[in-house]
């Protein structure tokens, strides 16, 4: 029979070790021991064998290596289990942030979670203000479609890409510059949000709509066949049409439409385009008036 | 089989509480809860044993989290959006910390913890985990909105001495758990 004193004494050394940072070997347990010493013995490895599982995984933590999971069952190291599995979210919810998405919060993480969402919404209103940038760098202010910078863009791109058909309207507001001579410029502004609204309103979802000049706008309609275009451009007509019949505001637009049936063409459609809404405009030249007061007391402008 | 129609969960079931209890609201203490939870348990185990009372929570998780995603979530908006607002509602709500660990959206694996868990946060350790009303829970709101069977399998709990509740979450297979 192992004499119980030394066998408390072994304990306690191997317990002083593990207070002292040491990884101590298991207790060695004798043959003959009694039962109440066999339960410290084994009740002092199993601490000795948590510590080091422990270790292994806190001094990973400590590292910033949070691929090490955390030993099961290992009650000693519980609210570092608790850091752990923030730590891992934290790193997901970066690499969303990375990833462009802003949606992200961290709470119950003390100062931390404070400085996290701070630094979230700075990133917002950054964003915020870029997409604002963006925005006004694409868009014509006056009308809210696309500018020409835009436009020359979404033409580059389409030419080369393999969208093949893809067509294009111009489209040009009569009588703007009579309008604004005699009206004023607010009524010209009139005309043209009229317009823009028109075109907007025939187009479908894909259809690129751009103010390019004063009174000039254009339309991309991307893979798309002459006859497709054809219904797009029948559509815009029959709202302007509509637009005369319910409005005061005479809106008149000639319209020219081309389709580039290969790859790199759009320049060529845009010319031939430009040039069909110069004939429209030039064989419709009579029959165009604007007003902006009643449609009895239509006032007459040549284009 | 089939759900009886007088037995079919309807969201109306939860009831109009603000009407109901307008001096208690919409708090009650965790304990009352867990005790309608555990017993419920004590009482399928007793009858159809423990594996067959798993599979019953988790059916009625799977249930509850069709029904939330269904009532409570806005399902129209992107992964991430959808997320925070889930994130947000089970915070509010005093469901539990939703957090994200990985995510891989081509393979739709996901691996999330639960913290301060509803039915599991403080509980004695027992040496296995007792979270299945969340697994299908989490299998259920999932499945709502993508509109694909998902499974939810807890790898850690507190009832297993660990401190989050841990969830694999995968795409469910043809003889899954979920998505039957």
Excluded at chain 2, 122 to 131: A, M, W, Y
Excluded at chain 2, 157 to 168: L, N, P, Q
Aim: aromatic fraction near 6%; glycine fraction near 8%; proline fraction near 3%.
């Amino acid at each position: 029979m192992a004499n119980n004193a030394d066998i408390i004494k072994c304990c306690r050394e191997k317990i002083e070790a593990l207070l002292c940072g040491e990884t101590p070997a298991s207790v060695e347990i004798p043959d003959k021991v009694s039962p109440e010493a066999m339960e410290l013995c084994h009740a002092c490895n199993r601490l000795i064998s948590a510590q080091q599982e422990a270790a292994t995984f806190l001094a990973a933590l400590a590292n910033g290596n949070l691929e090490i999971d955390p030993p099961p069952r290992n009650q000693l190291i519980s609210p570092f289990k608790q850091l752990h599995a923030s730590l891992r979210h934290l790193v997901w919810q970066t690499s969303q942030i990375a990833a462009g998405n802003l949606e992200q919060q961290v709470d119950f993480l003390g100062e931390l979670s404070t400085s996290f969402n701070k630094m979230i919404e700075a990133l917002r209103q950054k964003q915020s203000i870029e997409d604002m940038l963006r925005y006004l760098s694409n868009h014509d202010p006056m009308t809210g479609l696309y500018n020409r910078l835009y436009f020359n863009e979404e033409l580059a791109r389409l030419d080369r890409s393999r969208q093949i058909p893809s067509s294009i309207i111009v489209a040009d507001l009569n009588g703007l510059k009579q309008v604004n001579d005699s009206l004023g410029h607010e009524s010209g502004d009139l005309l043209i949000l009229a317009a823009a609204e028109i075109i907007r309103s025939g187009i479908r979802a894909d259809d690129v709509a751009a103010r390019i000049g004063g009174d000039e706008f254009a339309v991309i309609l991307p893979f798309t066949r002459n006859d497709e275009a054809e219904l797009v451009l029948s559509r815009i007509r029959k709202k302007e049409a509509l637009h005369r019949e319910t409005s005061d505001l005479q809106v008149f637009i000639s319209y020219g439409l081309a389709t580039a049936e290969q790859q790199g063409g759009m320049n060529e459609a845009l010319k031939l385009a430009d040039k069909r809404m110069y004939e429209e405009k030039t064989n419709n030249k009579s029959g165009m008036s604007h007003s902006l007061t009643s449609k009895k007391q239509k006032r007459k402008w040549r284009n | 089989m089939g759900t009886d129609s007088c037995c079919r969960f309807n969201w109306k079931q939860v009831g109009d509480i603000a009407l109901g209890r307008p001096h208690l609201g919409p708090m009650m203490h965790l304990a009352v809860y867990r005790l309608m939870q555990y017993t419920l348990r004590e009482a399928i185990c007793a009858r159809y044993g423990h594996d067959e009372a798993s599979d019953l929570l988790r059916s009625a998780g799977l249930r509850a989290g069709e029904e939330f995603c269904a009532n409570v979530l806005n399902s129209d908006q992107d992964f991430n959006g959808f997320v925070a607002e889930l994130q947000e509602k089970l915070r509010e709500m005093g469901v539990g910390i939703l957090r994200i660990e990985k995510a891989d959206m081509e393979k739709l694996n996901f691996t999330l913890t639960v913290g301060e868990d509803l039915d599991c946060s403080g509980l004695p350790v027992v040496g296995h985990t007792v979270c299945e009303y969340d697994e299908g829970f989490i299998a259920g709101v999932l499945g709502r909105y993508t509109g694909k069977a998902f499974e939810a399998k807890e790898v850690d709990c507190w009832a297993t001495g660990e401190r989050t509740c841990r969830f694999s979450v995968t795409l469910a297979t043809a003889d899954g758990a979920d998505g039957k």
